[in-house]
């Protein structure tokens, strides 16, 4: 599965309302370790269908940034049945992201 850029208008459907777990990466073009966690994130959606995993800029989005209390990226979130189950901030391996989605 591809990784889905979401925003405010496509976030409760795409997000909230997900049967699947999803794993939402909060990131920015600028942000060096964002553009390092990147591969890994996409290496999750592709090995792992059962998990959703959504992309929002937080220069594009800073309403949702905001409500999701971000104050450094990348900052990753787990969410199950629309609530935050898990989240992390900064680069991670990827083993630790997956043990995240536990």
């Not at 909230?16 to 990147?38: H, I, N």
């Not at 937080?58 to 990753?76: G, T, W």
Request: with cysteine; hydrophobic share 40%.
């Amino acid at each position: 599965m591809s990784v889905l850029a979401v925003d405010k208008n496509n976030f409760k459907e795409e997000v909230l309302q997900s049967e699947k777990t999803v794993l939402l990466d909060f990131w920015a073009d600028w942000c060096g370790p964002c553009r390092m966690l990147s591969p890994i994130v996409d290496e999750i959606a592709q090995e792992h269908p059962e998990v959703k995993v959504c992309k929002v800029n937080v220069d594009e989005q800073p309403e949702l940034a905001s409500s999701f209390e971000v104050m450094s990226i990348p900052s990753l979130f787990v969410i199950k049945g629309g609530k935050i189950v898990n989240r992390s901030t900064g680069v991670r391996p990827k083993a630790q992201i997956l043990e995240l989605l536990k």
